[in-house]
């Protein structure tokens, strides 16, 4: 891919990719660090979070697909314009979709007495631990949509997962800093402090490990000379 532009692997500083196995092992063999997307990381720390609470979420799960039959859809659907809705295993956000759907159902229930679906709801036991879930989610919801934004900085994500693992301390086995889905995190961590004004407080590793991005007064990056932390420039 790279001959189609004219270049090599020399040309490449850096890899951006998601921290899956292959694009570790690529950026391992190219012996290039790698800087995984958060978003993907993000995503793996609220799967796993998820997964100590699946009862919950099973429970809902079939009060959904029940209520699909057309015996309960038939009556459901004379007194509401919610549509019942499932949850998918590849995607964290439709369950939480689908448990802010059960939510509004059993509200509106509340009020008007849908016929046909009192023995499908949850119990009040179980029904708490959907608005638990539910507001865990929000949480995680919000964090998602702050990593889509274009101006956010390494330092800014930083903050956002340290926010999180102090409300939610398992999440750090996938968002701490030295986290073992983190190839490179002196190469992170330098960037990290760079971008807050802390470049004083970088190691001789940290240097190291991002002298791949030193310029040379040409413009160009130089990607074999270690050098001093104040003598580092970073491309724009």
């Not at 934004?149 to 086995?173: C, K, M, W």
Request: with cysteine; charged share 25%.
């Amino acid at each position: 891919m790279l001959e189609v532009f004219g270049k090599d692997i020399s040309n490449v500083v850096d890899f951006i990719a998601d921290n899956c196995n292959t694009d570790r092992l690529i950026a391992q063999l190219c012996d290039k660090p790698l800087l995984g997307c958060n978003s993907h990381r993000f995503y793996l720390a609220v799967v796993d979070h998820m997964s100590t609470h699946t009862d919950a979420i099973d429970r809902v799960d079939v009060f959904m697909f029940k209520l699909r039959s057309p015996v309960s859809s038939a009556k459901y659907r004379k007194y509401t314009h919610f549509k019942e809705l499932g949850s998918n295993r590849t995607r964290w956000s439709y369950t939480y979709v689908m448990l802010q759907r059960y939510l509004e159902i059993n509200e509106y229930n509340q009020k008007h007495e849908i016929a046909g679906i009192e023995n499908l709801l949850l119990t009040p036991t179980e029904h708490k631990s959907v608005e638990f879930m539910s507001k865990k989610l929000a949480n995680f919801d919000s964090v998602t949509k702050a990593l889509e934004s274009e101006n956010l900085t390494i330092q800014e994500v930083r903050v956002l997962f340290d926010s999180i693992i102090g409300t939610y301390p398992s999440t750090a086995t996938r968002l701490a800093s030295d986290a073992f889905v983190v190839l490179n995190p002196e190469f992170e961590c330098s960037l990290m402090r760079n971008q807050s004004g802390k470049s004083s407080e970088l190691t001789s590793a940290d240097v190291n490990a991002v002298k791949c991005l030193k310029q040379t007064p040409t413009g160009k990056i130089d990607p074999v000379e270690s050098v001093p932390v104040d003598d580092l420039s970073f491309a724009a």
